[in-house]
């Protein structure tokens, strides 16, 4: 890292489904050991995110793949808002079940996509769906679904403005994420509210 004095560096052990290895190091300050592997901070980030899948050689995204990070980190975001969405629409008998880490799975068109999800559920089985989807075909665009509907998307701030190479004072930053995130999260609550009215149950 710039200006970082530290000689005491550790390679990147992350290595890929393909089979290639991250080529990169930094010292213990500025990297992170997970269960006694040392990882650099993207792929450290990338290893918290996919949980137990990280055990699996053949789940592990490519080395530039920072989607399943991008979609924990919009699930850090939104958790407590869509546990409360689903809690307060919850039925007699209805609880909530929440994915402990990014998931992979295909879309209609069998792309891959990684997702998080939050589910109200009976002894029947599902009654309704929330989740965090981004696809690796377009990994920049993140996609709520509640049930079957995609109910809003969008590029966040910080990605849009990193594609364009523009920068911004802190201020505008923090304003910028809070509307991205408030458009989520009313788009969310709008979706649980209409379900509820028309009680419909959405498919997965």
């Not at 599902?126 to 679904?145: F, G, H, K, T, Y």
């Not at 802190?170 to 509820?196: G, N, P, T």
Request: hydrophobic share 40%; aromatic share 6%.
């Amino acid at each position: 890292m710039p200006g970082c004095p530290n000689s005491d560096a550790l390679s990147c052990e992350y290595r890929d489904r393909r089979g290639h290895l991250c080529t990169l190091a930094f010292c213990p300050h500025h990297g992170a050991v997970i269960k006694g592997v040392s990882y650099c901070r993207r792929h450290a980030s990338t290893v918290r995110a996919i949980g137990p899948l990280a055990t699996d050689p053949n789940g592990l995204p490519d080395l530039d793949d920072r989607t399943p990070s991008l979609v924990n980190w919009i699930a850090r975001e939104l958790d407590g808002h869509i546990r409360a969405q689903l809690e307060a629409a919850a039925r007699e008998g209805e609880s909530v079940v929440i994915d402990d880490a990014v998931r992979l799975s295909r879309d209609s068109k069998r792309n891959l996509r990684w997702e998080r999800s939050w589910r109200l559920v009976e002894h029947t089985g599902l009654v309704l769906r929330i989740s965090i989807q981004v696809s690796e075909e377009n990994d920049a665009l993140v996609r709520i679904n509640v049930g079957s509907e995609m109910v809003a998307d969008g590029i966040p701030p910080w990605i849009a403005r990193r594609r364009m190479g523009e920068d911004v004072d802190v201020a505008i930053d923090v304003a910028q994420r809070q509307l991205f995130y408030q458009y989520l999260r009313e788009s969310i609550a709008k979706a649980v509210a209409e379900f509820r009215r028309s009680d419909r149950r959405y498919a997965r």
